[in-house]
């Protein structure tokens, strides 16, 4: 079992907010164990919180990985901070097998991932993430692809319903669905104040659970617009290509569809019985040689003392484990449960 012990140099829960606080970050050191000499693999470089912290732990080099370009472009400063010792790369994480290989690295001792929007995205009224404060209704993580927006005024609503149905794990998918499609006939939905107007309407404007009424559609139309539970499974499945024998996946989740495919890869390749859910039924699966071993048997999650400087770590989870001598098993979708709006 890993333990709770604050690493020198990491800032401690002490109430002094700012605008991004790493998430977990003594226990995603704890699990990471940086080393001198050691190469390690930032999957989602955001502020740069994780990055930071294990270049000052330890002697060692950092290839980040991060598809906001506009992160990238905030920085500066800290790939200044050290020099040759980290490698910024605007790629996403399910490639960092492929980068590090580029890079002349083709097998590292860690890697770290910490799943979903970050804190600057959420914050910025621009990325149209949240409903706190009225921006364009956008979503994307990249300048690529289709918003949100796209997709709440052109997809049919039976589909429509589906992607707030399974990503947002929102009981009243097909009603919300209905309002979208009856509010867009009169105008298009363009910013995230008329689409989280639409969804409080239909429930009299009342909190659902102590929260908006239109959090999980948020959170299902951004988890659409942005792949991201394929991106977890490819970059879970590079993480384990590019992992030396005794390299560390540390893995930070934000909800239950992240943390049940983070489980499922886990327990699957550390030799586990994967059981069946909702959207797998239960299987058999081919055997492979153990690929993980699985230091903790359940998630790490926030302090106390945590939660109280950092309320957005709430539902945070972090899992992790050592790669084996065994090779890397070939990616399955299906095994992994993930989910689809396809009928």
């Not at 409080?200 to 539970?229: M, W």
């Amino acid at each position: 079992m890993i333990g709770r012990r604050r690493w020198p140099g990491i800032p401690s829960t002490e109430p002094e907010r700012s605008r991004h606080i790493p998430v977990l970050l003594s226990e995603v050191l704890e699990s990471l164990s940086p080393k001198d000499g050691a190469i390690y693999i930032d999957g989602t470089f955001g502020a740069g919180g994780y990055t930071r912290a294990i270049l000052e732990a330890a002697d060692c080099r950092v290839v980040a990985l991060e598809r906001d370009r506009r992160a990238i472009e905030n920085a500066q400063a800290i790939c200044a901070a050290f020099d040759d010792r980290l490698t910024l790369v605007e790629a996403q994480f399910s490639t960092i097998d492929a980068v590090a290989e580029a890079r002349g690295f083709d097998l590292v001792d860690g890697v770290v991932l910490d799943v979903g929007a970050s804190s600057m995205q959420l914050d910025d009224p621009e990325r149209g993430f949240s409903f706190q404060s009225d921006g364009p209704l956008d979503m994307r993580m990249s300048s690529e692809g289709g918003s949100a927006a796209d997709v709440v005024n052109v997809t049919d609503e039976e589909t429509l319903a589906r992607i707030i149905y399974i990503f947002g794990e929102e009981r009243r998918s097909r009603a919300i669905a209905r309002a979208i499609v009856a509010a867009r006939t009169k105008a298009p939905l363009q910013t995230t104040r008329a689409l989280a107007d639409v969804v409080s309407c239909l429930f009299g404007g009342r909190k659902v659970a102590g929260r908006h009424p239109a959090t999980r559609t948020f959170q299902a139309l951004r988890i659409y617009v942005n792949d991201e539970l394929g991106e977890l499974a490819l970059g879970l499945s590079a993480a384990e290509r590019c992992l030396k024998p005794g390299g560390r996946l540390v893995a930070v989740t934000f909800h239950s569809l992240e943390d049940r495919i983070v489980k499922r890869f886990l327990s699957a390749r550390s030799g586990k019985k994967v059981r069946g859910s909702r959207h797998l039924p239960e299987q058999s699966i081919k055997l492979e040689l153990p690929s993980f071993h699985i230091v903790n048997p359940g998630p790490l999650t926030p302090s106390k003392g945590e939660l109280e400087v950092n309320p957005r770590a709430r539902s945070a989870r972090l899992r992790a484990a050592v790669r084996t001598e065994a090779p890397a098993w070939p990616l399955d979708m299906a095994q992994l449960g993930l989910p689809s709006i396809e009928q």
